[in-house]
């Protein structure tokens, strides 16, 4: 039997290695991206920096404690994290920050929460859950009269009300593509599909300004200096970078000509100083990452941790693809931050918790794996053929 060869012991080393990679690209463009809007607001270079320093020394230590935590466990405390999810998604529609129009930050000193963040890793957790136990039972994995589902819908509805439809989308949508990809019968996921059209095309009409987007996506040139200026500037930007960028710190897009430089358009500027290269080097680590969900995954210890790690990987490589579509023009104008890249605590402490979490199944399969081929060699010796089993095939559970 062919033992497969690889630089590393197992795939938590690549996952932190990725993850570095991230961070400090992403740190790097934050304070490129943000400098000039903290100069002129707040006569300071480094305020966004120092604030993002601080929420990513907290978004470590809290992707460490959950890399240490036995995932088994989140299945417990599952209902308390809604309680507290759900109460938080209550009080920000009540007292919550105003930015923009929209109500969706919690502020206290000095800093802001965004509860819809939470809510994306508490969906996936409910949903983890509750697939894991049919798949169990053997039985038909029925949405519609699946109570966890319409708890999660219940979240992305209260999202929905700050209003935020993007996030909204990813609370109810990575649950669904969660059951998708474990087995849901064809004739549920039609009805489930033309339901969520009819519910986003009722949802855009609700909001003038969102179907103000949704007409300019294709051809924001036509009115470039009203709804589609965002999405004008930002593929300007892009393309502005050409193959090797601008160089570091050099973009000018950022002096006040492309609005959210920093949060949910930072690709834009990070194209524009690194040029293309620099977008398929990111392209390429999410891309790494989705194939170490996968292994992870596949070698998960149970089920539980085979699903969760799907959610994660749907989370994390899924937000990413969004907001590169949305960057380039290709989607509508939401708010989807790029993780890792973007500026906002909330979404990096989300992120990091869930890279902590994926760190801990990677571990435990790791250890199974390890105590199958001590079982193996046991075996081996016991039989006297004295000959060392080779690396046991991926172990998909059923």
Same mark, same amino acid.
């Given at each position: *039997?062919?033992?497969?060869?690889?630089?590393?012991?197992?795939?938590?080393?690549?996952?932190?290695?990725?993850?570095?990679?991230?961070?400090?690209?992403?740190?790097?463009?934050? #304070?490129?991206?943000? #400098?000039?809007?903290?100069?002129?607001?707040?006569?300071?270079?480094?305020?966004?920096?120092?604030?993002?320093?601080?929420?990513?020394?907290?978004?470590?230590?809290?992707?460490?404690?959950?890399?240490?935590?036995?995932?088994?466990?989140?299945?417990?405390?599952?209902?308390?994290?809604?309680?507290?999810?759900?109460?938080?998604?209550?009080?920000?529609?009540? *007292?919550?920050?105003? &930015?923009?129009?929209?109500?969706?930050?919690?502020?206290?000193?000095?800093?802001? &929460?965004?509860?819809?963040?939470?809510?994306?890793?508490?969906?996936?957790?409910? $949903?983890?859950?509750?697939?894991?136990? *049919?798949?169990?039972?053997?039985?038909?994995?029925?949405?519609?009269?699946? @109570?966890?589902?319409?708890?999660?819908?219940?979240?992305?509805?209260?999202?929905?009300?700050? @209003?935020?439809?993007?996030?909204?989308?990813?609370?109810?949508? &990575?649950? #669904?593509?969660?059951?998708?990809?474990?087995?849901?019968?064809?004739?549920?996921?039609?009805?489930?599909? /033309?339901?969520?059209?009819?519910?986003?095309?009722?949802?855009?009409?609700?909001?003038?300004?969102?179907?103000?987007?949704?007409? +300019?996506?294709?051809?924001?040139?036509?009115?470039?200096?009203?709804?589609?200026?965002?999405?004008?500037?930002?593929?300007?930007?892009?393309?502005?970078?050409?193959?090797?960028?601008?160089?570091?710190?050099?973009?000018?897009?950022?002096?006040?000509?492309?609005?959210? $430089?920093?949060?949910?358009?930072? /690709?834009?500027?990070?194209?524009?100083?690194?040029?293309?290269?620099?977008?398929?080097?990111?392209?390429?680590?999410?891309?790494?990452?989705?194939?170490?969900?996968?292994?992870?995954?596949?070698?998960?210890?149970?089920?539980?941790?085979?699903?969760?790690?799907?959610?994660? *990987?749907?989370?994390?490589?899924?937000?990413?693809?969004?907001?590169?579509?949305? &960057?380039?023009? +290709? /989607?509508?104008?939401?708010?989807?931050?790029?993780?890792?890249?973007?500026?906002?605590?909330?979404?990096?402490?989300?992120?990091?918790?869930?890279?902590?979490?994926?760190?801990?199944?990677?571990?435990?399969? #790791?250890?199974?794996?390890?105590?199958?081929?001590?079982?193996?060699?046991?075996?081996?010796?016991?039989?006297?053929?004295?000959?060392?089993?080779?690396?046991?095939?991926?172990?998909?559970?059923?």
């Amino acid at each position: *039997m062919l033992i497969r060869k690889t630089p590393w012991r197992n795939e938590s080393e690549p996952v932190i290695v990725i993850m570095a990679v991230l961070l400090l690209l992403g740190t790097i463009n934050v #304070f490129s991206s943000s #400098f000039v809007l903290a100069t002129t607001s707040y006569n300071n270079p480094y305020y966004f920096l120092i604030r993002h320093a601080v929420w990513l020394v907290l978004g470590i230590f809290v992707c460490f404690a959950c890399s240490r935590i036995n995932y088994h466990r989140w299945q417990s405390i599952t209902k308390w994290l809604l309680i507290i999810t759900v109460l938080a998604l209550i009080l920000v529609l009540v *007292m919550g920050t105003v &930015v923009n129009g929209a109500r969706r930050w919690l502020s206290f000193a000095g800093f802001s &929460v965004q509860p819809a963040e939470f809510a994306k890793l508490t969906g996936i957790l409910i $949903a983890s859950r509750f697939l894991t136990v *049919m798949m169990k039972r053997e039985k038909k994995i029925d949405l519609l009269k699946a @109570p966890p589902y319409w708890i999660i819908f219940f979240m992305a509805a209260l999202v929905e009300f700050e @209003p935020d439809m993007g996030t909204a989308s990813i609370v109810f949508g &990575v649950p #669904f593509l969660m059951a998708f990809l474990v087995g849901i019968p064809w004739k549920q996921v039609k009805v489930l599909f /033309f339901a969520g059209i009819a519910g986003l095309i009722g949802l855009i009409v609700w909001q003038p300004y969102r179907l103000l987007r949704v007409k +300019t996506t294709y051809d924001p040139w036509s009115d470039a200096q009203g709804v589609g200026y965002q999405a004008v500037q930002s593929m300007s930007t892009i393309g502005s970078g050409g193959l090797w960028g601008m160089g570091l710190g050099e973009g000018v897009s950022k002096y006040e000509y492309l609005p959210e $430089a920093h949060t949910d358009f930072a /690709f834009a500027i990070f194209a524009q100083e690194h040029g293309y290269l620099g977008v398929l080097l990111v392209i390429a680590l999410f891309f790494m990452l989705a194939i170490c969900c996968y292994y992870i995954s596949a070698r998960a210890r149970d089920i539980y941790g085979q699903v969760l790690t799907i959610g994660i *990987m749907l989370l994390v490589v899924g937000q990413a693809l969004g907001n590169l579509f949305m &960057v380039s023009g +290709t /989607f509508p104008v939401v708010g989807v931050p790029l993780p890792f890249i973007s500026y906002g605590g909330s979404s990096l402490l989300v992120t990091m918790a869930s890279m902590g979490i994926l760190l801990n199944i990677c571990r435990h399969g #790791f250890q199974l794996q390890h105590d199958e081929r001590q079982d193996a060699r046991k075996d081996a010796i016991r039989e006297g053929s004295g000959r060392e089993p080779g690396a046991p095939p991926l172990r998909l559970v059923k």
